[in-house]
């Protein structure tokens, strides 16, 4: 079992920049990928951006392309997302994902089934 740890989120005003931290308890034999999803007030939990460990492949919604940054430390077990002309849509609780069944099967975006293990969610509210 993967337990997985966010930073805090927070509040930032609106153009502002946050970077959100995850860390894995264990690194398991085989994490093809890791995740950030997101779940705005009412609405249902979407896809915000993947890395495969290896690193050598990242995606994001179209929303985010061009402001956000996903990122890993394989020494620390640890993913990042760097969001950069943060938006009052962008409140949301933000939620880190990872996938050990296998390689992803498809090159995004991605579903919250396609992933095995989840973070408890971080709170992002940005002001406008």
């Known amino acids: 079992q993967v337990e997985l740890v966010e930073s805090a989120g927070g509040l930032v005003q609106a153009g502002g920049s946050l970077r959100l931290s995850c860390t894995a308890s264990?690194?398991?034999?085989?994490?093809?990928?890791m995740a950030w999803f997101r779940q705005a007030p009412g609405k249902e939990r979407d896809f915000v951006a993947a890395?495969?460990?290896?690193?050598?492949?990242?995606v994001y919604t179209d929303s985010v392309k061009g402001r956000f940054t996903i990122s890993r430390d394989t020494a620390k077990n640890t993913v990042y997302l760097q969001m950069n002309s943060l938006k009052p849509e962008d409140t949301a609780v933000y939620y880190c994902?990872?996938?050990?069944?296998?390689?992803?099967?498809?090159?995004?975006?991605?579903?919250?089934?396609?992933?095995?293990?989840w973070g408890q969610g971080t709170r992002v509210t940005v002001s406008s």
């Open positions: 994902a990872a996938r050990s069944r296998a390689q992803l099967t498809h090159g995004g975006p991605y579903s919250g089934s396609e992933f095995d293990y």
């Open positions: 264990e690194r398991t034999g085989s994490t093809y990928a």
């Open positions: 890395i495969t460990w290896s690193g050598y492949s990242t």
